[in-house]
């Protein structure tokens, strides 16, 4: 039996599968290379010292689903396909709906008809819009999403929500994400975004590394310790465990739709994550205090109780080491 990982070449895919190959699970991989390269693939090989079946292709092409469900005997799915830069989301609403909703349509449909009922979605905390306070838990209130990534997740969290109603023989994980970050220790397979970062830390790493001239601190008169941004920055190989432990959760016998949290329940803010990166990397961050980019919030860090509870899940890593090991992959990375 095979756990089918789509976007399994991407960032937070390919730490995923490594974690899976770790425990002796058979994998198929689907991605379209629309945010990743190839080179993934080998280096997810290198690391665990395992093979796999591939396929390259989009789940906007149903033929090629079928053909991947009539050629393996898939037991469950891991979704990651999608796409993720906020700012981009705003100015292309269209392709990320395309990209995150109506694929996902085709991903059910097909597994309905080969009655694969196990899936593992990966969402994002971004359908908590701004949280009336912090920690957030499960039971927060969605919505009032800031921009067309989160109203994507927000879809696709009422559509299998529906689709559990209607047949709750499913057993669905749905996994919300706070900020993920860092690398695998190896520097094989990191985040390596597309073009300028949109994220903190990658565009911290360019900078290091020299090919950025200094960081944009966007806004220093938020509520917060020292008014710049906080987030729950969880390591992503922590974040790549919590997939283990959710489909572990989902091969007991106990059916059901369920939604996790994956935070670390810390936040730290942005000039904390940079005294943390120049202290733990012994390098100066060039950065300047600039206007606050629009729809950003000023506080969103996990209350990770429930999946500590009912997954068995803690992270391990601290700041330290996503600063680390963030840093180490990029000095290795070249593109
Ligand atoms: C973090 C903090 C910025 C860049 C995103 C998306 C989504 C989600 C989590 C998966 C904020 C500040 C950033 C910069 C800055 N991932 N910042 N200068 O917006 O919290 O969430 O990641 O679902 O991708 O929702 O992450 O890294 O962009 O920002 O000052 O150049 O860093 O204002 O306070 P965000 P981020």
């Known amino acids: 039996m095979k756990i089918l990982v789509t976007g399994g070449a991407g960032y937070i895919g390919s730490h995923t599968c490594v974690e899976l190959l770790n425990n002796d699970y058979e994998l198929v991989i689907l991605d ?15 690391i665990t010292n395992k093979d796999f079946t591939f396929y390259e292709g989009d789940m906007i092409d149903k033929n090629l689903l079928q053909t991947i469900f009539n050629e393996n005997e898939i037991e469950a799915v891991i979704d990651f396909a999608a796409f993720k830069a906020v700012g981009e989301s705003v100015s292309k609403p269209v392709a990320y709906y395309q990209n995150n909703v109506s694929t ?5 449909t097909i597994m309905q008809e080969h009655n694969v009922k196990k899936l593992v979605f990966s969402s994002s905390a971004t359908v908590y819009g701004n949280p009336a306070s912090v920690p957030i838990t499960e039971d927060f209130p969605i919505g009032n999403t ?10 696709v969290e009422q559509i299998l929500k529906d689709l559990y109603n209607s047949d709750n023989s499913w057993d ?27 994220n903190l830390m990658p565009f911290i790493t360019k900078v290091a590394k020299g090919e950025l001239p200094k960081l944009m601190v966007f806004g ?3 509520n917060t ?5 906080v987030r729950d920055y969880i390591h992503v190989v922590d974040l790549a465990i919590g997939h283990i432990k959710a489909l572990e959760k989902l091969n007991k016998e106990n059916k059901g739709l369920f ?28 950065y300047e205090i600039t206007d606050r ?33 963030a840093w180490n992959f990029e000095k290795n990375y070249h593109k």
């Open 220 to 222: 220093n008169d938020y």
């Open 225 to 229: 310790v020292d008014g710049t941004g």
């Open 293 to 325: 980019r629009p729809g950003d919030i000023d506080s969103c860090y996990s209350d990770p109780t429930k999946s500590k509870n009912e997954l068995n899940f803690q992270t391990k890593k601290s700041l330290d080491d996503m600063c680390k090991d």
């Open 259 to 286: 939604i996790y949290n994956l935070g670390t329940g810390t936040g730290y803010s942005v000039l904390q994550l940079i005294e943390t990166f120049e202290r733990v990397n012994n390098i100066r961050i060039n």
């Open 104 to 108: 996902i349509l085709n991903l059910l």
């Open 32 to 46: 379209n290379f629309s945010n990743s390269s190839k080179d993934v693939l080998d280096n997810i090989k290198k």
């Open 146 to 155: 800031t921009n067309p990534y989160g109203t994507s997740k927000l879809m």
């Open 172 to 198: 669905i994980a749905i996994l919300r994400y706070f900020n993920p970050v860092g690398a695998h220790e190896s520097g094989l397979i990191g985040e390596a975004p597309i073009g300028k970062p949109n």
